[in-house]
């Protein structure tokens, strides 16, 4: 579902019925990642879907694009694999509303990036200098932070620390900055840390497992390197660990080409 959370209008998007990652009457077991963003080019909103199945003993990793002023899919690129390289519920890191960015693995990790405009996967983005460990190297995170892509690294030690990069001019590698570095146990025992704002001193990180168990956020101050949890006390259902996930949202009037109005509930 497509929503405007600004101005609470809505679009149902149809699933991809025709993918056989779909038809559970095969049996077919399947990874799926998502992405959204803008293609300039067309004044069109896009939906990318990346499907790793395997089908009568072969790997394959499709990828599937959605299109809201056709309202239609259609898939963009099938490749064989030898073994799984997708991350399990990881969204595409969106750069410049129409680069959508993904972390693949099937021995290195790699950084791919994807044209909305173009439809077409670009060259790939240049990861900083690290020491990959072979234990971390299945923690490593790829989001974006302030408007730039930010990789992170948790190196798994006898005292576990979470590293954040930030890419600060896109595609050059010498210009990845290690931002900072959390030791603090509360941040560093979750699977998946990672931040998301910031304010004065203090950076605003999600800390959970996957599928969002155990989702909490957190408050890391810079300064003491301490973290403490960020209460919500509009939201009551954060408090309760209900939320599986958080993310920023940039307030926008475009409206959605078919959509409804979602229904306000009364202040109680």
Request: proline share 6%; hydrophobic share 40%.
């Amino acid at each position: 579902m497509l929503l405007n959370p600004s101005t609470g209008p809505y679009f149902s998007i149809p699933p991809p019925i025709d993918h056989p990652s779909k038809d559970h009457r095969l049996g077919i077991f399947s990874v799926n990642v998502i992405g959204f963003g803008y293609d300039c080019l067309n004044d069109d909103y896009k939906v990318v879907e990346i499907v790793e199945y395997d089908l009568f003993g072969l790997r394959i990793r499709d990828t599937l694009v959605y299109s809201l002023k056709k309202n239609s899919w259609r898939v963009n690129e099938s490749v064989s694999l030898p073994i799984i390289s997708l991350k399990i519920n990881e969204t595409g890191a969106l750069v410049n509303n129409h680069l959508l960015h993904w972390l693949f693995k099937p021995r290195f990790p790699r950084i791919a990036c994807f044209d909305l405009r173009s439809e077409q996967w670009a060259q790939n983005v240049p990861l900083p200098d690290l020491r990959w460990h072979k234990k971390g190297d299945d923690l490593v995170h790829l989001s974006v932070f302030d408007g730039c892509l930010c990789l992170l690294t948790k190196e798994v030690s006898f005292i576990n620390s979470v590293n954040v990069w930030v890419m600060k001019e896109y595609g050059v590698k010498e210009s990845w900055v290690k931002l900072l570095g959390v030791s603090d146990l509360p941040c560093t025992m979750a699977l998946h840390t990672y931040p998301i704002s910031y304010h004065n001193d203090e950076i605003l990180v999600t800390c959970g497992g996957e599928d969002g168990i155990f989702f909490t956020l957190m408050w890391y101050n810079i300064k003491v390197k301490r973290c403490r949890r960020a209460e919500i006390h509009t939201i009551h259902e954060v408090n309760n660990t209900s939320i599986t996930n958080a993310y920023i949202c940039h307030g926008s009037l475009v409206t959605i080409p078919g959509g409804k109005q979602i229904r306000k509930e009364p202040p109680p």
